[in-house]
């Protein structure tokens, strides 16, 4: 079984500061690793994904994510973040092979002030 | 290319009446997944579709079932619902296995009282 730790459930940040959303996992397999994002009132969206290869992954809106095995951690990063940045980010594991399903983090509530 | 359709996007019913979800993939997607959003609990899986069969389930009460046709689109249903069932439900479809991602619908909100 697969279980994700997001270990802040919030991160206040100011406008145009960097921010990094830490997130760790445990799993027994080989797993692909996602974040996601959620706006209020919608569905998730795919921010970034890793697969395989290079540990540095960089996803959609300026964010990048580094899958670090012996730490078995995946952290969410951007340089410096905008005020349309503010939303839940999920981060999320699914088994390569095996069970097609994501397991969820509890998910991180981004707040950006100006 | 249109993305994931869910319908309704609001719901609100009583206890111990049944519901129905609907869900339309992406063209040519072939996986359809449900989960459960709540504050409480976060997202949870239900169950995962592929080629009208389920292949997978989660820990949910046979309250919960599901099923998907020819076409791909997929619906749930919950029977006598509980308060505890109010909740997100966010249907996800993919091409095959995980490995491409899951495109998400934007959910339908189910409210019991």
């Known amino acids: 079984a697969q279980s994700v730790t997001q270990l802040d459930s919030q991160v206040p940040v100011f406008e145009e500061a960097p921010v990094e959303l830490r997130c760790n996992y445990s799993?027994?397999?080989?797993?692909?690793l996602f974040w996601y994002v959620q706006y209020p009132n919608q569905g998730l969206q795919l921010l970034l994904k890793?697969?395989?290869?290079?540990?540095l992954v960089k996803g959609i809106n300026g964010f990048e994510a580094e899958f670090n095995k012996s730490q078995t951690s995946f952290h969410l990063r951007k340089p410096s973040v905008h005020i349309s940045d503010t939303a839940e980010y999920f981060c999320?594991?699914?088994?390569?092979?095996?069970?097609?399903?994501?397991?969820f983090g509890q998910g991180t509530r981004l707040t950006i002030n100006p | 290319k249109a993305g994931v359709t869910q319908t309704p996007r609001y719901l609100i019913k009583t206890r111990g009446q049944q519901v129905t979800l609907s869900c339309s993939p992406i063209?040519?997607?072939?996986?359809v997944s449900w989960y459960q959003q709540t504050p409480g609990q976060g997202l949870q899986f239900l169950f995962e579709?592929?080629?009208?069969?389920?292949?997978n389930k989660g820990n949910f009460p046979g309250r919960f079932s599901g099923r998907q046709f020819s076409n791909s689109r997929s619906e749930m249903n919950v029977s006598t619902l509980e308060l505890g069932d109010s909740a997100l439900y966010l249907c996800?479809?993919?091409?095959?296995?995980?490995?491409?991602?899951?495109?998400f619908g934007s959910g339908t909100r189910l409210t019991v009282v």
């Open positions: 996800a479809s993919s091409l095959s296995a995980g490995a491409g991602g899951y495109t």
């Open positions: 799993s027994s397999v080989s797993v692909y």
């Open positions: 890793y697969l395989s290869g290079s540990t």
């Open positions: 999320a594991v699914s088994e390569i092979q095996g069970a097609q399903k994501l397991v």
């Open positions: 063209s040519g997607h072939r996986s």
């Open positions: 579709y592929f080629s009208e069969t389920q292949r």
